[in-house]
């Protein structure tokens, strides 16, 4: 099981929709227990199979890769903590690479500030520790980089390209806070205004919104009224972000007499239905996209398709495993953010270590094992270097007073 990984409310739920980007350490599991996600029609899409979802006719694999080999663009959507998706997205790259070798990959996982540090990793001047630390993957991304190094190592390898698609968190953060509109110019960070979201992504983050409305902010009042249009507008960013960078690299090449395939990995909740990333392309005139997402047999076949709209261009049906957890790593069960002068506590995983530990919604980390708690990452490296069956003391505060507690790990 990953040691690190960040929450996923719904099996739809876009990364850009956690507005506070936070993180979660769930509770960890007694070794060898089998879990396994329900199924809600298996027959849905098959396992190992591409699906038009829109007739439902299914597809031969050479078929969609030679396909998506000949395109400009192609966005394979994620859910970010899943193993098999990003197996699913390993295989079709290669798969789309040996059709078309001139390829180059964006990943939403990276800040465009970090682009250097991708260039040195792709020509092999870097370690896998020093490529981590120099793009700031516990700070920015935070999900177990385990998940996605064999892309990056494939990209090495083949020396392929790898391009920075995000922004950074300060300009979410403001995005967030103020709203685009509030957003001063010069702080932009070269993002132009995006085009508006149409009825039917409405819709949807209007029901992904409802599930966080009652979350309180950090004194504990709710959220104002207007909280669901700065909602909409972090959406709206990362889809024209991620859109502008895709289309500069793509004219950057062919200025250089390259016409490469751009493959983009996203999360699916900028890509389903072509609401997102595909939306704010075809408005800077990128219309030769194809978008490729996995389906997983929990998933409900109803949603394959949105009124006429459908999911993606083609599916690719995924069985979900039964996972043994074996020796995890101990996990404290918290969602964190920073917090002014520690890590500030957003949620708390039921069941969780830290739930049985007190540690509640608004409580601020300033220690652990003694040592004073400056960002998110200090508590992550301090989690992740423990034994299992550790007793971890953590000092936090409450209502403007210091509570010591103790985290029991199992073994």
């Known amino acids: 099981m990953n040691n690190m990984k960040q929450i996923n409310l719904t099996s739809h739920t876009p990364r850009a929709l956690l507005l506070l980007a936070v993180l979660i350490l769930s509770a960890c599991a007694s070794a060898g227990t089998a879990t396994h996600v329900p199924k809600i029609n298996s027959s849905c899409v098959k396992t190992g199979n591409w699906m038009d979802p829109k007739t439902g006719a299914y597809i031969p694999a050479s078929a969609v890769v030679k396909k998506a080999a000949r395109h400009d663009a192609v966005l394979l959507g994620e859910a970010h903590e899943s193993n098999d998706h990003h197996i699913w997205q390993l295989q079709t790259i290669a798969q789309i690479h040996a059709i078309n070798p001139d390829m180059i990959l964006g990943f939403e996982a990276f800040p465009r500030e970090v682009q250097a540090t991708l260039d040195k990793w792709v020509e092999g001047d870097l370690s896998e520790k020093d490529f981590l630390e120099q793009s700031k993957w516990n700070y920015f991304w935070k999900f177990d980089p385990e998940l996605y190094m064999p892309l990056f190592n494939f990209a090495r390898m083949n020396r392929v390209p790898m391009v920075a698609l995000n922004v950074n968190r300060k300009l979410v953060n403001n995005v967030s806070a103020n709203g685009w509109g509030g957003v001063k110019k010069h702080e932009r960070g070269n993002i132009d205004n995006p085009v508006a ?13 409802k599930q966080h409305e009652k979350i309180k902010d950090k004194n504990g009042k709710p959220k104002k009224e207007n909280a669901f249009d700065k909602f909409v507008d972090v959406q709206l ?163 403007n007073k210091i509570i010591e507690v103790v985290a029991k790990f199992k073994r």
């Open 197 to 209: 979201a149409s009825a039917g992504y409405i819709k949807i983050l209007k029901d992904v919104f």
């Open 237 to 399: 960013i990362w889809d024209r972000a991620f859109a502008q960078a895709i289309n500069k690299t793509l004219k950057t090449n062919r200025a250089a007499g390259r016409t490469p395939v751009m493959v983009n990995i996203i999360g699916r909740g900028h890509v389903d239905y072509g609401f997102g990333v595909v939306h704010q392309l075809k408005s800077l005139g990128v219309n030769d996209v194809m978008a490729l997402t996995p389906w997983d047999d929990f998933q409900n076949c109803n949603r394959l398709n949105n009124g006429a709209i459908a999911v993606a261009d083609a599916v690719f049906g995924i069985s979900a495993k039964i996972e043994m957890d074996g020796a995890a790593k101990p996990k404290l069960g918290v969602f964190i953010e920073q917090g002014k002068d520690g890590v500030a506590i957003k949620k708390v995983a039921p069941k969780s270590v830290a739930e049985s530990a007190g540690i509640k919604s608004g409580d601020l980390l300033i220690e652990a094992a003694g040592g004073k708690l400056k960002n998110p990452l200090d508590l992550i490296n301090t989690i992740n270097s423990i034994a299992p069956g550790t007793w971890l003391p953590l000092k936090l505060v409450r209502n």
